[in-house]
């Protein structure tokens, strides 16, 4: 498979209004474990196969464990997730899957159990932001195994080694 399009060289402003959402995402106060959790259950959904990759060596670089991983599929019958870990994971499979047009009640009072009003409207955001990513990724055929993640040392990130 051949990458399409490189949407930062033909279009680096928007690209860089992408990125500056994933800025406040990461200082927002939500849990990291939790952003990379929501986005790698997005991207299963999505079916985008370089965000999964990103996403999965992400969490295993921040320490989740692989049983989690391997048990996010079907993340409702499996016991390794918090009641609020379960109730991010069923509001990013609503906001991802809108076939009905709408968020469920049921759906929205799991989550606002567990998640302040703030909290909320930034996990929808994040939600918004790998629904977006997942669609500039698959669109553009970004080739899956070729993304590193970034490794915190001291007050220096660096790109981690393969």
């Not at 989690?68 to 993340?75: E, I, K």
């Not at 968020?103 to 909290?119: A, L, Q």
Request: net charge negative; with cysteine; hydrophobic share 35%.
């Amino acid at each position: 498979m051949e990458s399409r399009i490189a949407y930062l060289q033909v279009e680096p402003g928007a690209y860089k209004a992408m990125l500056g959402l994933e800025e406040y995402l990461h200082q927002c106060g939500l849990e990291e474990s939790l952003l990379h959790l929501i986005k790698l259950r997005a991207s299963q959904v999505n079916g985008c196969a370089y965000c999964i990759d990103m996403h999965w060596k992400d969490l295993r670089t921040g320490g989740e464990n692989e049983q989690r991983l391997y048990g996010l599929d079907a993340w409702e019958e499996s016991p390794y997730y918090s009641e609020r870990e379960r109730a991010a994971l069923a509001w990013t499979e609503a906001v991802t899957n809108l076939h009905d047009g709408h968020v469920s009640d049921e759906v929205y009072e799991r989550v606002r159990n567990h998640f302040s009003g703030k909290e909320l409207a930034d996990l929808t955001f994040a939600v918004a932001a790998i629904n977006a990513w997942n669609r500039l990724a698959i669109s553009a055929r970004t080739v899956p195994g070729t993304y590193q993640p970034v490794v915190v040392t001291g007050d220096h990130p660096r790109q981690k080694s393969a």
